[in-house]
Protein backbone atom coordinates (compact mmCIF):
# COMPACT_ATOMS: atom_id res chain seq x y z
CA UNK A 1 0.00 0.00 0.00
CA UNK A 2 1.14 3.44 -0.57
CA UNK A 3 2.12 5.18 2.22
CA UNK A 4 1.29 8.37 1.18
CA UNK A 5 -2.74 9.61 2.43
CA UNK A 6 -3.79 10.34 -1.12
CA UNK A 7 -7.34 10.03 -2.41
CA UNK A 8 -7.54 6.73 -4.13
CA UNK A 9 -7.31 6.08 -8.08
CA UNK A 10 -10.23 4.34 -8.94
CA UNK A 11 -11.03 2.73 -12.21
CA UNK A 12 -14.25 4.26 -14.47
CA UNK A 13 -16.04 1.01 -14.07
CA UNK A 14 -15.43 0.30 -10.80
CA UNK A 15 -19.08 -0.67 -9.24
CA UNK A 16 -18.36 -0.93 -5.48
CA UNK A 17 -20.15 1.31 -2.87
CA UNK A 18 -16.95 2.67 -1.57
CA UNK A 19 -15.88 4.07 -4.90
CA UNK A 20 -19.67 5.59 -5.15
CA UNK A 21 -19.68 6.80 -1.97
CA UNK A 22 -16.01 7.96 -1.03
CA UNK A 23 -16.28 11.19 -2.66
CA UNK A 24 -12.96 13.88 -2.74
CA UNK A 25 -14.67 15.74 -0.09
CA UNK A 26 -15.73 12.71 1.86
CA UNK A 27 -12.09 11.70 1.34
CA UNK A 28 -11.02 15.19 2.83
CA UNK A 29 -13.08 15.50 5.74
CA UNK A 30 -11.84 12.01 6.74
CA UNK A 31 -8.62 11.75 5.80
CA UNK A 32 -6.76 12.37 9.16
CA UNK A 33 -9.51 10.84 12.02
CA UNK A 34 -8.63 7.79 14.09
CA UNK A 35 -10.70 5.88 16.17
CA UNK A 36 -9.38 5.23 19.55
CA UNK A 37 -7.63 1.97 18.37
CA UNK A 38 -5.71 3.99 16.33
CA UNK A 39 -8.31 2.96 13.17
CA UNK A 40 -8.09 4.75 10.46
CA UNK A 41 -9.69 5.71 6.99
CA UNK A 42 -6.96 4.19 4.89
CA UNK A 43 -7.74 1.21 7.10
CA UNK A 44 -11.17 1.05 6.57
CA UNK A 45 -10.90 1.48 2.68
CA UNK A 46 -7.94 -0.61 2.01
CA UNK A 47 -9.76 -3.75 1.06
CA UNK A 48 -11.76 -1.87 -1.67
CA UNK A 49 -8.60 -0.53 -2.84
CA UNK A 50 -6.78 -3.24 -2.72
CA UNK A 51 -9.92 -5.68 -4.72
CA UNK A 52 -11.39 -2.71 -7.08
CA UNK A 53 -14.21 -6.18 -8.26
CA UNK A 54 -15.17 -5.78 -4.47
CA UNK A 55 -19.29 -4.99 -4.10
CA UNK A 56 -19.06 -2.82 -0.71
CA UNK A 57 -15.07 -2.45 0.10
CA UNK A 58 -14.85 -1.06 3.10
CA UNK A 59 -15.16 -2.57 7.06
CA UNK A 60 -15.14 -1.11 10.87
CA UNK A 61 -11.94 -1.53 13.18
CA UNK A 62 -14.56 -1.35 15.91
CA UNK A 63 -17.73 -0.09 16.79
CA UNK A 64 -16.49 3.90 16.95
CA UNK A 65 -15.61 3.49 13.33
CA UNK A 66 -19.40 3.46 12.35
CA UNK A 67 -19.67 6.78 13.96
CA UNK A 68 -16.17 8.94 13.12
CA UNK A 69 -16.53 7.51 9.30
CA UNK A 70 -20.20 8.01 9.30
CA UNK A 71 -20.12 10.00 6.13
CA UNK A 72 -18.57 7.28 4.81
CA UNK A 73 -20.09 4.38 6.22
CA UNK A 74 -24.08 5.90 6.74
CA UNK A 75 -24.97 6.13 2.60
CA UNK A 76 -23.65 2.64 2.06
CA UNK A 77 -25.68 1.44 5.21
CA UNK A 78 -28.50 2.79 3.80
CA UNK A 79 -28.29 1.38 0.16
CA UNK A 80 -27.81 -2.04 1.76
CA UNK A 81 -29.97 -2.48 4.31
CA UNK A 82 -32.67 0.89 3.58
CA UNK A 83 -31.95 2.09 6.77
CA UNK A 84 -31.19 5.92 7.34
CA UNK A 85 -28.80 7.65 10.34
CA UNK A 86 -31.98 8.00 12.85
CA UNK A 87 -33.86 4.64 12.52
CA UNK A 88 -33.54 2.09 15.09
CA UNK A 89 -33.15 -1.93 14.58
CA UNK A 90 -35.18 -4.57 16.71
CA UNK A 91 -33.97 -7.99 17.16
CA UNK A 92 -36.53 -10.68 17.58
CA UNK A 93 -35.09 -14.29 17.92
CA UNK A 94 -38.21 -16.00 19.30
CA UNK A 95 -38.87 -19.40 16.80
CA UNK A 96 -42.82 -19.03 17.99
CA UNK A 97 -43.22 -16.20 15.55
CA UNK A 98 -41.69 -17.70 12.67
CA UNK A 99 -44.48 -19.28 10.11
CA UNK A 100 -42.09 -21.37 8.38
CA UNK A 101 -43.24 -25.16 7.81
CA UNK A 102 -40.76 -26.76 5.28
CA UNK A 103 -41.09 -26.09 1.88
CA UNK A 104 -39.57 -29.00 0.18
CA UNK A 105 -41.09 -32.28 2.62
CA UNK A 106 -40.61 -34.58 -0.02
CA UNK A 107 -36.75 -32.83 -0.24
CA UNK A 108 -36.59 -32.74 -3.90
CA UNK A 109 -35.49 -29.54 -3.86
CA UNK A 110 -33.63 -28.65 -1.00
CA UNK A 111 -30.53 -30.13 -0.13
CA UNK A 112 -29.69 -28.45 2.80
CA UNK A 113 -30.48 -25.47 5.05
CA UNK A 114 -28.05 -22.93 7.57
CA UNK A 115 -28.65 -20.18 9.58
CA UNK A 116 -25.44 -17.86 11.03
CA UNK A 117 -25.45 -15.03 12.61
CA UNK A 118 -22.04 -12.93 13.27
CA UNK A 119 -21.09 -11.68 16.78
CA UNK A 120 -18.62 -9.59 18.72
CA UNK A 121 -17.19 -9.20 22.19
CA UNK A 122 -18.35 -5.68 24.07
CA UNK A 123 -15.62 -3.17 24.33
CA UNK A 124 -13.06 -4.88 22.16
CA UNK A 125 -11.58 -3.76 18.61
CA UNK A 126 -13.32 -5.70 15.81
CA UNK A 127 -11.23 -8.33 13.85
CA UNK A 128 -9.89 -5.36 11.23
CA UNK A 129 -7.89 -3.50 14.76
CA UNK A 130 -8.03 -6.50 17.25
CA UNK A 131 -4.34 -7.24 18.76
CA UNK A 132 -2.71 -10.42 18.47
CA UNK A 133 -3.10 -10.79 22.14
CA UNK A 134 -6.33 -9.93 22.43
CA UNK A 135 -7.42 -12.29 19.47
CA UNK A 136 -6.33 -14.66 21.57
CA UNK A 137 -7.89 -13.95 24.50
CA UNK A 138 -11.01 -13.62 22.58
CA UNK A 139 -10.05 -17.21 21.45
CA UNK A 140 -9.76 -18.06 25.25
CA UNK A 141 -12.76 -16.72 26.59
CA UNK A 142 -15.14 -18.08 23.57
CA UNK A 143 -13.73 -22.02 23.71
CA UNK A 144 -13.79 -21.92 27.04
CA UNK A 145 -17.81 -20.56 27.31
CA UNK A 146 -17.66 -22.61 24.30
CA UNK A 147 -17.01 -26.23 25.84
CA UNK A 148 -19.29 -25.38 29.04
CA UNK A 149 -22.23 -26.07 26.22
CA UNK A 150 -24.70 -29.30 27.25
CA UNK A 151 -27.34 -31.75 25.53
CA UNK A 152 -27.13 -31.35 21.52
CA UNK A 153 -24.91 -28.19 21.21
CA UNK A 154 -21.99 -29.93 23.53
CA UNK A 155 -18.74 -30.42 20.75
CA UNK A 156 -15.19 -29.89 21.12
CA UNK A 157 -13.20 -26.80 19.96
CA UNK A 158 -10.76 -27.30 17.12
CA UNK A 159 -7.81 -25.03 16.86
CA UNK A 160 -6.56 -23.76 13.33
CA UNK A 161 -3.08 -24.01 14.50
CA UNK A 162 -2.06 -27.82 14.12
CA UNK A 163 -4.82 -28.81 12.17
CA UNK A 164 -3.88 -31.03 9.91
CA UNK A 165 -3.75 -29.81 5.96
CA UNK A 166 -6.76 -32.75 4.95
CA UNK A 167 -8.94 -32.39 7.82
CA UNK A 168 -9.38 -28.59 7.06
CA UNK A 169 -9.85 -29.19 3.23
CA UNK A 170 -12.32 -31.48 4.20
CA UNK A 171 -14.20 -29.16 6.59
CA UNK A 172 -14.10 -26.54 3.58
CA UNK A 173 -15.36 -29.09 1.61
CA UNK A 174 -18.01 -30.32 3.44
CA UNK A 175 -19.35 -26.23 3.51
CA UNK A 176 -18.56 -26.11 7.50
CA UNK A 177 -15.41 -24.44 8.21
CA UNK A 178 -14.15 -21.10 6.71
CA UNK A 179 -11.32 -20.82 3.52
CA UNK A 180 -7.84 -19.46 4.22
CA UNK A 181 -6.59 -16.62 2.35
CA UNK A 182 -10.21 -15.08 1.40
CA UNK A 183 -8.34 -11.78 -0.13
CA UNK A 184 -10.58 -9.08 0.81
CA UNK A 185 -10.10 -9.86 4.28
CA UNK A 186 -6.64 -10.41 3.95
CA UNK A 187 -6.43 -6.49 2.55
CA UNK A 188 -8.86 -5.29 5.76
CA UNK A 189 -6.58 -6.62 8.05
CA UNK A 190 -8.26 -9.59 8.76
CA UNK A 191 -5.73 -12.54 8.31
CA UNK A 192 -3.02 -11.05 10.45
CA UNK A 193 -1.16 -13.80 12.29
CA UNK A 194 -3.07 -16.35 10.54
CA UNK A 195 -3.79 -19.22 11.79
CA UNK A 196 -3.09 -17.92 15.60
CA UNK A 197 -6.45 -17.65 17.12
CA UNK A 198 -8.50 -18.80 14.71
CA UNK A 199 -10.71 -22.28 15.18
CA UNK A 200 -13.86 -23.79 14.95
CA UNK A 201 -16.42 -25.66 17.34
CA UNK A 202 -18.87 -28.33 16.55
CA UNK A 203 -21.20 -31.14 18.01
CA UNK A 204 -20.59 -34.58 16.54
CA UNK A 205 -23.68 -33.99 14.19
CA UNK A 206 -21.83 -31.39 12.89
CA UNK A 207 -25.26 -29.15 13.52
CA UNK A 208 -24.07 -26.32 15.45
CA UNK A 209 -20.98 -24.97 14.61
CA UNK A 210 -19.26 -21.73 15.50
CA UNK A 211 -16.37 -19.90 13.72
CA UNK A 212 -13.68 -18.05 16.06
CA UNK A 213 -12.14 -14.68 14.82
CA UNK A 214 -12.63 -15.04 11.11
CA UNK A 215 -14.46 -12.15 9.85
CA UNK A 216 -16.25 -11.39 13.01
CA UNK A 217 -15.11 -13.04 16.61
CA UNK A 218 -18.03 -15.44 16.10
CA UNK A 219 -19.75 -16.55 13.87
CA UNK A 220 -22.86 -18.38 15.33
CA UNK A 221 -24.08 -21.56 12.58
CA UNK A 222 -27.12 -23.94 12.86
CA UNK A 223 -27.60 -26.34 9.99
CA UNK A 224 -28.40 -29.47 8.61
CA UNK A 225 -29.56 -31.49 5.71
CA UNK A 226 -33.47 -31.02 4.22
CA UNK A 227 -35.74 -28.19 4.46
CA UNK A 228 -36.61 -27.58 8.02
CA UNK A 229 -36.05 -24.34 8.55
CA UNK A 230 -37.86 -23.61 11.52
CA UNK A 231 -35.93 -26.75 13.55
CA UNK A 232 -32.53 -24.79 12.14
CA UNK A 233 -33.66 -21.42 13.86
CA UNK A 234 -34.76 -22.65 16.91
CA UNK A 235 -31.54 -24.81 17.59
CA UNK A 236 -29.77 -21.20 16.69
CA UNK A 237 -31.45 -19.23 18.98
CA UNK A 238 -31.11 -21.86 21.69
CA UNK A 239 -27.55 -21.94 21.22
CA UNK A 240 -27.15 -18.04 21.07
CA UNK A 241 -29.22 -18.02 24.61
CA UNK A 242 -26.59 -19.98 26.07
CA UNK A 243 -23.38 -18.54 24.64
CA UNK A 244 -25.09 -15.17 25.86
CA UNK A 245 -25.13 -16.19 29.43
CA UNK A 246 -21.03 -16.59 29.43
CA UNK A 247 -20.08 -13.63 26.61
CA UNK A 248 -21.42 -10.23 26.46
CA UNK A 249 -21.63 -9.49 22.89
CA UNK A 250 -20.92 -5.85 21.09
CA UNK A 251 -24.85 -4.39 20.72
CA UNK A 252 -26.54 -0.59 19.77
CA UNK A 253 -30.07 0.30 19.51
CA UNK A 254 -29.32 2.16 15.99
CA UNK A 255 -26.88 -0.20 14.68
CA UNK A 256 -27.60 -3.88 16.32
CA UNK A 257 -25.23 -6.13 16.59
CA UNK A 258 -22.05 -4.53 15.49
CA UNK A 259 -19.80 -6.59 12.71
CA UNK A 260 -16.58 -5.52 10.89
CA UNK A 261 -18.50 -5.40 7.70
CA UNK A 262 -21.78 -2.75 7.73
CA UNK A 263 -23.69 -5.42 5.22
CA UNK A 264 -23.40 -7.78 8.77
CA UNK A 265 -24.63 -5.00 11.11
CA UNK A 266 -28.03 -5.56 12.87
CA UNK A 267 -29.64 -8.85 13.01
CA UNK A 268 -25.93 -10.12 11.67
CA UNK A 269 -28.35 -13.29 10.30
CA UNK A 270 -27.60 -14.97 7.29
CA UNK A 271 -30.14 -17.71 6.54
CA UNK A 272 -29.61 -20.21 3.45
CA UNK A 273 -31.03 -22.73 1.80
CA UNK A 274 -28.71 -24.80 -0.51
CA UNK A 275 -31.57 -25.39 -3.64
CA UNK A 276 -31.23 -27.46 -7.01
CA UNK A 277 -33.26 -24.68 -9.65
CA UNK A 278 -32.21 -26.21 -12.76
CA UNK A 279 -35.03 -24.84 -15.13
CA UNK A 280 -34.83 -21.41 -13.32
CA UNK A 281 -31.50 -21.14 -13.70
CA UNK A 282 -31.37 -20.87 -17.73
CA UNK A 283 -33.83 -17.84 -16.91
CA UNK A 284 -31.87 -16.01 -14.97
CA UNK A 285 -34.21 -12.86 -15.45
CA UNK A 286 -37.05 -14.67 -14.00
CA UNK A 287 -34.90 -16.22 -11.29
CA UNK A 288 -33.71 -12.27 -10.30
CA UNK A 289 -36.88 -10.94 -10.31
CA UNK A 290 -38.45 -14.01 -7.89
CA UNK A 291 -34.67 -13.10 -5.59
CA UNK A 292 -35.27 -9.92 -5.75
CA UNK A 293 -39.03 -9.13 -5.21
CA UNK A 294 -38.40 -11.52 -1.69
CA UNK A 295 -34.97 -9.49 -0.64
CA UNK A 296 -33.19 -12.31 -1.50
CA UNK A 297 -29.23 -12.92 -2.36
CA UNK A 298 -27.98 -15.49 -4.21
CA UNK A 299 -24.66 -17.12 -3.94
CA UNK A 300 -22.53 -19.99 -5.66
CA UNK A 301 -22.45 -23.38 -3.24
CA UNK A 302 -19.13 -22.64 -2.46
CA UNK A 303 -20.30 -19.54 -0.56
CA UNK A 304 -19.37 -15.58 -1.54
CA UNK A 305 -17.93 -15.09 -4.55
CA UNK A 306 -18.04 -18.76 -5.88
CA UNK A 307 -20.72 -19.77 -8.85
CA UNK A 308 -23.32 -22.38 -8.74
CA UNK A 309 -22.57 -25.73 -9.77
CA UNK A 310 -25.68 -28.43 -11.11
CA UNK A 311 -28.04 -25.90 -11.18
CA UNK A 312 -27.31 -25.50 -7.13
CA UNK A 313 -27.59 -22.46 -5.57
CA UNK A 314 -27.24 -20.75 -2.39
CA UNK A 315 -30.27 -18.54 -1.72
CA UNK A 316 -29.89 -16.17 1.26
CA UNK A 317 -31.82 -13.24 2.81
CA UNK A 318 -30.22 -9.68 1.98
CA UNK A 319 -31.57 -7.46 4.23
CA UNK A 320 -30.01 -7.66 8.31
CA UNK A 321 -30.63 -4.16 9.53
CA UNK A 322 -33.78 -2.65 10.27
CA UNK A 323 -35.34 -5.98 10.63
CA UNK A 324 -36.00 -8.43 13.01
CA UNK A 325 -34.29 -12.11 12.61
CA UNK A 326 -37.25 -13.64 12.25
CA UNK A 327 -38.20 -11.59 9.36
CA UNK A 328 -34.90 -12.29 7.53
CA UNK A 329 -35.83 -15.83 8.40
CA UNK A 330 -39.52 -15.09 6.71
CA UNK A 331 -37.67 -13.41 3.58
CA UNK A 332 -36.05 -16.74 3.06
CA UNK A 333 -38.93 -18.95 3.57
CA UNK A 334 -41.42 -17.53 1.51
CA UNK A 335 -39.04 -16.54 -1.25
CA UNK A 336 -37.82 -20.23 -1.54
CA UNK A 337 -41.74 -21.25 -1.51
CA UNK A 338 -41.77 -18.93 -4.75
CA UNK A 339 -38.79 -20.13 -6.32
CA UNK A 340 -39.80 -23.95 -5.72
CA UNK A 341 -43.37 -23.00 -6.97
CA UNK A 342 -41.86 -21.49 -10.41
CA UNK A 343 -39.35 -24.36 -10.88
CA UNK A 344 -42.15 -26.70 -10.56
CA UNK A 345 -43.70 -24.67 -13.38
CA UNK A 346 -41.33 -25.16 -16.27
P1 LIG B 1 -21.19 -16.63 5.41
O1 LIG B 1 -22.25 -17.64 5.54
O2 LIG B 1 -20.45 -16.45 6.65
O3 LIG B 1 -21.75 -15.38 4.85
P2 LIG B 1 -20.10 -17.97 3.01
O4 LIG B 1 -21.08 -17.45 2.03
O5 LIG B 1 -18.67 -17.98 2.57
O6 LIG B 1 -20.07 -17.16 4.38
O7 LIG B 1 -20.53 -19.44 3.38
C1 LIG B 1 -19.79 -20.19 4.30
C2 LIG B 1 -19.92 -21.69 4.05
O8 LIG B 1 -21.23 -22.11 4.34
C3 LIG B 1 -19.65 -22.09 2.60
O9 LIG B 1 -18.94 -23.31 2.58
C4 LIG B 1 -21.04 -22.31 2.06
O10 LIG B 1 -21.09 -23.20 0.96
C5 LIG B 1 -21.72 -22.88 3.28
N1 LIG B 1 -23.19 -22.77 3.20
C6 LIG B 1 -23.93 -21.66 3.11
N2 LIG B 1 -25.23 -21.94 3.08
C7 LIG B 1 -25.34 -23.29 3.15
C8 LIG B 1 -26.43 -24.20 3.17
N3 LIG B 1 -27.69 -23.79 3.13
N4 LIG B 1 -26.14 -25.51 3.26
C9 LIG B 1 -24.86 -25.96 3.34
N5 LIG B 1 -23.80 -25.15 3.34
C10 LIG B 1 -24.04 -23.82 3.25
N1 LIG C 1 -15.72 -6.87 1.12
C1 LIG C 1 -16.35 -7.77 0.18
C2 LIG C 1 -16.93 -6.97 -0.96
O1 LIG C 1 -17.05 -5.79 -0.83
C3 LIG C 1 -17.46 -8.58 0.83
C4 LIG C 1 -18.65 -7.79 1.29
C5 LIG C 1 -19.81 -8.56 1.89
N2 LIG C 1 -19.46 -9.83 2.37
C6 LIG C 1 -18.88 -10.08 3.53
N3 LIG C 1 -18.47 -11.30 3.75
N4 LIG C 1 -18.76 -9.20 4.46
O2 LIG C 1 -17.25 -7.53 -2.01
Known amino acids: MS ?13 SMLCKYLTKEVFEELKDKKTSNGFTLKDAINSGVKNIDSGIGVYAGDEESY ?17 GPNDSHKS ?34 LGPAITKDQ ?7 VSAALNNLDDKLAG ?9 ESVSAQLIADHFLFKAGDRFLEAAGLN ?9 YHNDEKTFLVWVNEEDQLRI ?15 LATAIKEIEKKVTFSYSPHLGYITSCPTNLGTAMRASVHIALPKLAKDMETFKAITDKHHLQIRGIHGEHSESEGGVYDISN ?29
Not at 225 to 235: N, P, Q, S, Y
Not at 326 to 336: K, L, Y
Open 67 to 83: TVFAKLFDPIIQEYHGF
Open 192 to 200: RDWPQGRGI
Open 156 to 164: TYYPLTGMS
Open 221 to 235: ISMQMGGDIKEVFTR
Open 3 to 15: QKNEFPNFPADCK
Open 318 to 346: RRRLGVTEVQCVQDMHDGVVALIEKEKSL
Open 92 to 125: NLNPDDLDAPNPDPEGKYIISTRIRVGRNVANLP
Open 135 to 141: RNQVEQD
